[in-house]
């Protein structure tokens, strides 16, 4: 069976079904609070309420190994908290002997408001993507059924299921619905750029005429408060001859699509390098500069990025501005930490957008 088949298998599978797996749960209710001014989340809330208990599950299952054939490699080891839940410092993450990734490792934040997820959105549903890396051979390399039965055979994720599902039962629907409970709620809105939108800060000189020289060139496809428009473009990068990533027209099969990838996030972008779909730039400087002399033109190369000019003065402004994006908030708060580290210490989960 062909990959985007199964995509489109397992879609259908993790959504039918969806109102009976909460059926009888007693868990405490968590409120996702949308911050002032951003769009509404498109994840459907309503079909896995978050929970405390099936966050903490959820966290649990995030930092687990045993979700990999040979234990070394939880969803964490690619998704690391100090990198804004991407791979830092690696343009390709370890995977299963010896392997290797074939794409950089997207950040996990501001999720619940993506419909599409990998570089090509190849995955339509959060509840599915955990599924995707979990048997992947390159990445986790592991089978579900052994993933569950190594979940059933520990009498601590019994308890966790039922606190957060109602009763012991474990099983594939359970198992990424309460990622899903843990990933929805890792929000990046502290920045400084943040604080200066809500009024408790403001830009330094290069700060604001970098922000000024972003919302001419940069926001049309970064688009604010999100920092994209999760559209596919083509950038403009020359094929890697090893990898031969075609970007979305993997998924499409159109000749349109060839080489477009999906708009990358630039929250947090000074913690997050390397940069790319397969991270062949290892500093923002380099992506300026490609962006500057570096463009392959090609039939489906994106308009705005053709026509791009940066001089030596706007890439100094914009990268004064681009630090202001990052989350040192999200990047150290212990509720997204492993379980158990300092957990007395925490604030009540409740609070989890408030600070």
């Known amino acids: 069976m062909k990959r985007a088949t199964v995509i489109v298998c397992l879609v259908i599978f993790a959504i039918t079904g969806i109102h009976f797996i909460n059926a009888g749960s007693r868990a405490t209710s968590i409120p996702f609070e949308v911050p002032q001014g951003w769009p509404k989340p498109v994840y459907d809330f309503s079909q896995n309420p978050v929970t405390k208990e099936g966050f903490e599950l959820g966290r649990k299952l995030f930092y687990d190994g045993r979700l990999s054939k040979d234990g070394n490699f939880p969803c964490a080891s690619c998704h690391q908290q100090f990198g804004a839940f991407a791979t830092y410092d690696h343009s390709l993450s370890h995977g299963f002997n010896n392997s290797f990734t074939t794409r950089n490792a997207s950040p996990l934040f501001n999720l619940a408001w993506q419909k599409e997820f990998m570089y090509d959105g190849g995955v339509n549903h959060l509840d599915v993507q955990p599924l995707v890396p979990i048997t992947s051979p390159n990445e986790m390399h592991e089978v579900i059924d052994s993933v569950l039965i190594k979940l059933r055979a520990d009498t601590a994720y019994k308890r966790l299921f039922k606190a957060a599902f109602g009763s012991d039962l474990i099983n594939t629907q359970r198992l990424t619905k309460a990622l899903s409970q843990f990933l929805v709620m890792i929000v ?14 403001t830009f330094t000189l290069s700060q604001r005429l970098g922000y000024d020289i972003f919302k001419q060139k940069c926001a049309a496809c970064h688009t604010e408060p999100l920092f994209t428009d999760f559209s596919y473009r083509n950038a403009g990068l020359p094929v890697d001859s090893f990898l031969n990533d075609s970007g979305r027209m993997r998924i499409t099969r159109l000749a349109s699509d060839s080489l477009k990838f999906k708009v990358p996030s630039l929250r947090n972008v000074m913690v997050t390098f390397p940069y790319g779909h397969d991270g062949r730039f290892y500093s923002v400087l380099d992506v300026m500069n490609h962006y500057r002399n570096g463009i392959v033109n090609s039939s489906t190369t994106d308009s705005l990025i053709k026509n791009m000019k940066l001089s030596n003065y706007e890439i ?3 990268t004064a501005f681009l630090y202001t994006l990052t989350d040192s908030t999200l990047l ?4 997204f930490a492993p379980p158990g580290l300092n957990k007395a210490a925490l604030p009540p989960l409740q609070d989890i957008h408030k600070q």
């Open 188 to 201: 990046s809105n502290n920045s400084l750029y943040d604080k200066v939108k809500r009024g408790e800060a």
């Open 316 to 318: 100094g402004q914009l």
């Open 332 to 335: 150290t708060d212990l509720r």
